[in-house]
């Protein structure tokens, strides 16, 4: 797949509107390996208040968490997926979003772009964040 640049995002306010309305935020390739990107921004979010939620294939907790092997396997309201996935797998996501039906926010992190699934998030209502790290945005919001 060729890079992509995000023809669907949001802008500044809206980031801002996200996190002020989300508290339960699932983390789709979460790893357990405190030096990876993904570990430090869910952490970091944790610490913040919201309710993080690992979604990762093989463990039992990570950062005290109970871990899910997938984003259908959560028993309870999601408000907000945040996504350290290649771009590729973006669609099969968008899809999991769809089904669940709860979910209100579609978040690629940086470097993640993939147009086709933004759209069909945002097709489904959701607000669509790509190429964007929640956790600069966080801190940057809260300045």
Same mark, same amino acid.
């Given at each position: 797949?060729?890079?992509?640049?995000? #023809?669907?995002?949001? $802008?500044? %306010?809206?980031?801002?509107?996200?996190?002020?309305?989300? &508290?339960?935020? =699932?983390?789709? +390739? @979460?790893? *357990? %390996?405190?030096?990876?990107?993904?570990?430090?921004?869910?952490?970091?979010?944790? =610490?913040?208040?919201?309710?993080?939620?690992?979604?990762? *294939?093989? +463990?039992? #907790?990570? @950062? +005290?968490?109970?871990?899910?092997?997938?984003? =259908?396997?959560?028993?309870?309201?999601?408000?907000?997926?945040?996504?350290?996935? /290649? *771009?590729?797998?973006? %669609? =099969?996501?968008?899809?999991?979003?769809?089904?669940?039906?709860?979910?209100?926010?579609?978040?690629? !992190?940086?470097?993640?772009? $993939? $147009?086709?699934?933004?759209? &069909?998030? !945002? %097709?489904?209502?959701? /607000?669509?964040?790509?190429?964007?790290?929640?956790?600069?945005?966080?801190?940057?919001? !809260?300045?």
């Amino acid at each position: 797949m060729e890079c992509e640049f995000p #023809t669907i995002n949001l $802008n500044t %306010d809206e980031v801002k509107e996200i996190f002020e309305s989300v &508290k339960t935020i =699932a983390v789709l +390739g @979460l790893s *357990p %390996d405190e030096s990876k990107d993904s570990h430090r921004v869910a952490k970091y979010l944790q =610490a913040h208040g919201y309710k993080i939620v690992p979604v990762y *294939p093989k +463990g039992e #907790t990570i @950062l +005290g968490e109970k871990v899910y092997k997938s984003l =259908a396997d959560i028993p309870f309201e999601v408000d907000m997926v945040n996504i350290f996935r /290649k *771009p590729a797998a973006l %669609d =099969a996501i968008a899809d999991a979003c769809i089904a669940r039906g709860d979910v209100k926010v579609f978040w690629a !992190q940086k470097g993640i772009v $993939n $147009n086709e699934a933004a759209k &069909k998030a !945002q %097709d489904a209502s959701m /607000k669509v964040v790509q190429n964007r790290c929640s956790m600069v945005d966080h801190r940057n919001l !809260q300045a």
